[in-house]
């Protein structure tokens, strides 16, 4: 069974980090490019980075460049999301999405509040 789970969203203030993970199972992970998505409402979904299989090779959206950085433990099945001097214009929902070729999964997502 593939599972896609997002989690270490939450609240937190402008300037402030937060670190998000995306635990998979059910797939062979080390073939999987890794994409963070974020929506926020009323806007469409945004790719924000990516991470190839390896880890060796990121990028990441300039509205968030220098700010959040990929990250991937292939032995753990596992791939971060290090947001850093956030904004309030980074909240959203951030998604998980696991894709190699053809094939695409999606987690339901982790919720991010950036206020004071």
Do not use: H
Request: some cysteine; charged content about 20%.
């Amino acid at each position: 069974q593939v599972q896609v789970v997002e989690s270490g969203g939450g609240l937190v203030q402008p300037g402030g980090s937060l670190k998000l993970s995306c635990t998979a199972s059910g797939f062979t992970f080390t073939r999987y490019e890794i994409r963070w998505y974020r929506q926020a409402p009323g806007k469409e979904r945004e790719l924000v980075a990516a991470i190839s299989t390896t880890g060796y090779t990121t990028n990441t959206a300039d509205s968030v460049k220098g700010r959040f950085t990929a990250s991937r433990e292939n032995g753990k099945n596992t791939v971060f999301l290090q947001m850093n001097n956030l904004k309030p214009e980074d909240a959203a929902v951030y998604y998980c999405n696991a894709k190699y070729n053809y094939l695409n999964y999606w987690g339901k997502g982790t919720l991010v509040t950036v206020s004071s």
